[in-house]
Nanobody, 120 residues
Framework: QVQLVESGGGLVQAGGSLRLSCAAS????????MTWYRQAPGKERELVAS???????NYADSVKGRFTISRDNAKNTMYLQMNSLKPEDTAVYLC???????WGGGYDWWGQGTQVTVSS
């Protein structure tokens, strides 16, 4: 079993900043790609940003230049620094990780999500 726990969400005014964290624990040999998704009410889940163990990143066009994804492999933790937040960034932000357990293979795990609300 693997647990992913997100934190750092909250209510912020437009133009403000938040930093999300996603900490992984449990049966982990290594973590491959880690990804932030978000889902707003009535909308489909969308990829926000992803990062490989080596630090290669990918961003949705809507957040490029405003959000920065990073990770600390020693702590099995991923971060999302969100600046210049807009009301349209309001969503539940979910952490996803592709985890290799001690016995090998690869499994996809999800966190429970953290709410980000941006007021205008």
């Amino acid at each position: 079993q693997v647990q992913l726990v997100e934190s750092g969400g909250g209510l912020v005014q437009a133009g403000g900043s938040l930093r999300l964290s996603c900490a992984a624990s449990g049966s982990i040999r290594s973590i491959n790609a880690m990804t932030w998704y978000r889902q707003a009410p009535g909308k489909e889940r969308e990829l926000v940003a992803s990062i490989t163990p080596g630090g290669t990143t990918n961003y949705a066009d809507s957040v490029k230049g405003r959000f920065t994804i990073s990770r600390d492999n020693a702590k099995n933790t991923m971060y999302l620094q969100m600046n210049s937040l807009k009301p349209e960034d309001t969503a539940v932000y979910l952490c996803n990780a592709d985890v290799t357990p001690p016995w090998g293979g690869g499994y996809d795990w999800w966190g429970q999500g953290t709410q980000v609300t941006v007021s205008s």
